[in-house]
């Protein structure tokens, strides 16, 4: 059944108030609510004045309007619904429904993470917890009563301020929240259990103080402050940046081991997933502390952009989620460095939205329909759609952003609103016009541009004449010209910059005039990755060196060193095909390697951002650029590279080496991690000469090291390698954390994405491993997803054997937790890039899962789609 945008009709009736009791039990939780009713004054003609209300996997208990029970001929239930006939224009419900959170294996609405109840209601949650009309246009204020045993459930949390709490008999007690701030009941949370406490507190621009509380289980209290700092940096920076203040007298943070995705900002109650929140030295990866800033940071702006202002409906989803991610990426910019960030943001913006608008599930930033709504939380609509507020803000420049967010929250605080909202209000407030703008919301695809450059040198002018197009998606044949901003810089030889400039690019085909050109330049097109666009033109090597080493845009330096990696990589695979020898493919690559010396031993330049440029396009982003893309060659052909820069670089790679060695006390700040990072990129390329001496470094860098980050990087060099040092460090990893179930999910990980050519076996084998269960997605995610995600080499083998695995596990994990089963399965959608024989053994798994009995909606959407010729 497919949803479509075009069908939106306003509710009939709105829910004014809700009022909740929860008497909670792990087997039986009994809810009763009470809603209130009001005919929509908006509402279609016609109507009618039928109520239907969403609910499933629950027991109907009872059901009064107004105060009398109505008889079971007085309304209709099924398994997706309630209906009844509206009294009058106005009226009181109450229902009791029980429910069974422990088995939820789902993890949507009421279920139990270890031995906290807590719920996740996005998208459409709510429905699984009582009936009710659940979209996001129907908002409430919500009082919530929940009751529980005083030992088993101390905390007791659910949206707003608590009102009271008081101890009933039995052994059990009572607390009282109230939400003041009308809400969709997608933010409606609860949490309830025996939690630790960890608190702070943030005094607000006009002086109010906000306790902040981050609950976990007992034992990880030491764990928090990092999540903590940075939730009140976030706060600090929504005020200066935004102007945004938090609205009420506290903000709770609950930590959960068992989460379908990172985390959820229902309101003044986030939830998260462990990961996102517990870090220690020892225990987090520097990448692990820069994850946790950024998702606190976009769960709390969420506050603003989400709760305070939503969407009218789940078309609209990028409304919030691309406003937010493009928050969250500003704030880690002005927290860290702005081009590492830059280039880590657009790394993942390829990584994993290029490959999904240029496959079966392509689709718009805003989409036109959908069977399963889960299945939208996309790159697209996150990534991309944060892409599409970037170009908004570069057009309008950060004054007329501003000007148009201050207009936007004016005009719709409390209010459920579309994207094109959003888009006027960018408009109204700068007078100007985006219809073509609008565009990027609807139209799917990634567009690719071309650009060719004419110097005159008697006139002193330079002619750059650009053309875009963008290739048909499924069921979007006939694509338009976009609006885009393209940052360019024109360079003299002498590396001084001749013009920096921002075009607005608007035509197919458009031509740009510079005067006063004095020197033939070398162009630094699309800098700062201004528009979410790929760029067909590939500038000499010479030129790509130039820009490597002389770029005033640093963004474009990182990319100009990729650029001249993926064409000497693309080739060779090409070639290897042929000779079957990657060094032989590969040739002469000592003018990049000397390219890469230069940046390498640039003292000026930020060491991560140093780290960044060493390292090469990865297999998956190869790939993309072939057809078909040969799995085993592109492995090949990467490792080759990698040893070829190593020997080459090898005195500088042994200096950096010593040279960021640190004394000082692990700290996860930028620069800390900048000198980290550059020496791990050191320690990988020396242990990718293949010698030996350098593998004894990493084993011994593994057992002296004082942080985790460091014990990654070594136990990442071991991992690939046929050496008893990797036999020695896994299985002290093992031992060291086997209690800590958000770090043994790094040793699964680890193994999964081995190169080494028994994974897929090692991998079958720890399923087995006590750690290990399919009923927990960090789990699931760790070791069977990172199989398929990030070991293409794996996955890949020739005789399907990676293929039918996977395909087993999903149909496994299907009858648990469709939602993330639905996630996993895009690998398998991916067989048109590859050659006949993997192409038809995917499909042919793909098949499978379809002929699956009680395949779920959520992975029969994917499978459906991906199969489709
Ligand atoms: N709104 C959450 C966030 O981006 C994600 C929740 C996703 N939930 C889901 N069921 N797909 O912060
Ligand atoms: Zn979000």
């Given at each position: ?18 009022e ?31 109520v239907v209300l ?72 709510f ?11 129907v908002?409430?204020?919500y009082?919530v ?9 101390p ?14 008999d039995?052994g ?11 809400k969709?009941?997608?933010?409606f949370a ?8 960890v608190?702070?507190s943030?005094?607000t ?57 990172g ?16 870090a ?17 940071a ?12 939503t ?5 609209q989803?990028?409304?919030k989620?691309?406003?937010t ?7 880690s ?17 390829r ?6 608008d240029?496959?079966p599930?392509?689709?718009p930033?805003?989409?036109d ?5 889960n299945?939208?939380y996309?790159?697209?609509?996150y ?5 599409v ?19 936007y929250?004016?005009?719709?605080d ?7 909202d ?11 016009n985006?219809?073509?703008f609008?565009?990027?919301y609807?139209?799917s695809?990634t ?12 006139q002193?002018t330079?002619?750059?004449t ?16 976009l ?8 360079l ?19 031509e ?15 800098r700062?990755?201004s528009a ?9 090597h010479?030129?790509?060196a ?24 693309i ?15 590969l ?13 390498l ?18 297999e998956?982003?190869?790939s993309?650029q ?38 000082d006390a ?7 991690a900048?000198?980290?990072?550059l ?30 980050t460091?014990?990654?990087t070594?136990?990442?060099?071991l ?26 999910d ?8 081995s190169?080494r050519?028994?994974t897929?076996?090692?991998?079958k084998?720890?399923m087995?491993?006590?750690a ?25 083998v020739a ?5 039918r ?8 994990l299907d ?15 991916k ?39």
């Amino acid at each position: 059944q497919v949803i479509r945008r075009e069908d939106y009709t306003a509710p009939a009736f709105l829910i004014e108030t809700v009022e909740l009791v929860f008497d909670l039990d792990r087997e039986a939780t009994t809810v009763t609510s009470r809603l209130s009713f009001k005919a929509n004054p908006d509402r279609a003609t016609g109507a009618g004045d039928q109520v239907v209300l969403d609910g499933e996997d629950m027991k109907l208990l009872s059901v009064a309007i107004d105060g009398t029970a109505l008889a079971a001929s007085d309304y209709q239930v099924d398994a997706t619904s309630l209906k009844f006939n509206a009294p009058s224009d106005q009226f009181v419900v109450e229902i009791q429904t029980r429910i069974s959170p422990v088995n939820n294996t789902r993890l949507e609405g009421l279920y139990v993470s270890q031995s906290a109840y807590c719920t996740q209601c996005e998208a459409e949650g709510f429905r699984r917890i009582t009936y009710f009309q659940d979209r996001p246009d129907v908002m409430a204020t919500y009082r919530v009563t929940i009751n529980a045993p005083r030992d088993s459930c101390p905390v007791l949390l659910s949206n707003g301020n608590l009102v009271s709490s008081t101890d009933l008999d039995d052994g059990r007690h009572q607390a009282v929240w109230d939400d003041p701030f009308p809400k969709p009941c997608y933010l409606f949370a609860l949490v309830a259990g025996d939690l630790a406490c960890v608190e702070d507190s943030f005094n607000t621009m006009t002086g109010r103080d906000v306790a902040l509380r981050i609950f976990v289980e007992h034992g990880n209290e030491d764990s928090c402050d990092y999540a903590m700092d940075s939730l009140k940096r976030a706060m600090k920076w929504d005020e200066d940046v935004y102007g945004l203040e938090y609205d009420l007298d506290l903000f709770n943070i609950v930590a959960v081991s068992d989460f379908n995705m990172g985390a959820m900002e229902n309101k003044s109650l986030n939830v998260f997933n462990a990961k996102y929140i517990l870090a220690k030295s020892d225990t987090a990866t520097d990448t692990d502390f820069e994850l946790i800033e950024s998702i606190v940071a976009h769960e709390y702006f969420h506050n603003w952009s989400g709760n305070r202002v939503t969407c009218r409906d789940w078309f609209q989803l990028s409304l919030k989620e691309g406003l937010t991610v493009f928050r969250d990426q500003e704030f880690s910019s002005d927290e860290r460095s702005r081009p590492v960030q830059r280039i880590k943001d657009v790394q993942r913006l390829r990584a994993g939205q290029f490959p999904e608008d240029g496959g079966p599930l392509a689709h718009p930033v805003r989409p036109d329909s959908y069977m399963e709504i889960n299945n939208f939380y996309t790159a697209t609509v996150y990534q991309k759609g944060a892409e599409v507020i970037r170009m908004m803000h570069t057009l309008l420049g950060t004054k007329g952003y501003r000007k148009g967010i201050d207009l936007y929250f004016e005009r719709h605080d409390g209010q459920a609103v579309t994207c094109d909202d959003f888009v006027r209000a960018m408009e109204d407030a700068n007078g100007v016009n985006f219809d073509q703008f609008r565009l990027w919301y609807s139209q799917s695809g990634t567009p690719n541009l071309v650009w060719n450059g004419e110097y005159d040198a008697k006139q002193q002018t330079y002619r750059l004449t650009i053309e875009q197009k963008t290739e048909p998606t499924p069921g979007q044949v006939i694509k338009s010209d976009l609006q885009m901003p393209i940052k360019i810089g024109l360079l003299g030889r002498d590396g001084d910059e001749l013009l920096a400039q921002t075009i607005d690019l608007t035509l197919g085909k458009q031509e740009f005039l510079f005067e006063d050109i004095a020197q033939e330049p070398v162009v630094s097109f699309n800098r700062d990755f201004s528009a979410p666009v790929n760029v067909g033109t590939t500038p000499s090597h010479d030129d790509l060196a130039f820009l490597m080493g002389n770029d005033t845009d640093a963004f474009n330096r990182w990319e100009a060193g990729q650029k001249y990696a993926s064409d000497l990589l693309i080739n060779a695979v090409k070639a290897f095909g042929q000779s079957g020898n990657a060094d032989e493919a590969l040739g002469d690559v000592d003018a990049f390697c000397n390219a890469l010396r230069a940046t390498l031993t640039n003292d000026d330049l930020d060491k991560a951002f140093r780290a960044q440029a060493m390292i090469l396009p990865g297999e998956a982003m190869l790939s993309e650029q072939l057809q078909p893309a040969d799995p085993e060659a592109i492995y090949q052909v990467r490792q080759a590279m990698r040893r070829k820069i190593g020997l080459s670089l090898q005195d500088e790679f042994e200096a950096a080496y010593r040279n960021n060695a640190s004394n000082d006390a692990y700290s996860p700040d930028a620069t800390s991690a900048g000198q980290r990072a550059l020496r791990s990129v050191a320690l990988s390329y020396l242990a990718a000469t293949g010698e030996s001496v350098f593998v004894d470094l990493a084993l011994e860098q593994y057992r002296t090291a004082d942080n985790m980050t460091d014990r990654m990087t070594a136990l990442m060099v071991l991992n690939d390698q046929d050496h008893p040092g990797r036999d020695e460090a896994l299985a002290d990893f093992e031992s060291r954390f086997a209690s800590n179930t958000v770090v043994i999910d790094k040793w699964f990980s680890l193994q999964a994405m081995s190169s080494r050519t028994d994974t897929l076996a090692q991998v079958k084998k720890l399923m087995d491993h006590p750690a290990f269960t399919m009923r927990n997605p960090n789990k699931v995610r760790a070791l069977v997803g990172a199989f398929a995600m990030a070991n293409q080499r794996n996955f890949h083998v020739a005789d399907g054997s990676g293929y039918r695995f996977y395909a087993d596990r999903l149909m496994e994990l299907d009858d648990l937790n469709p939602q993330v089963a639905a996630r996993l399965a895009a690998p398998l959608g991916k067989w048109r890039k590859f050659d006949e024989g993997r192409a038809a053994k995917m499909k042919a798994e793909l098949n499978r899962i379809l002929a699956k009995e009680n395949l779920s909606r959520d992975l029969y959407e994917i499978a459906s789609k991906s199969v489709a010729e």
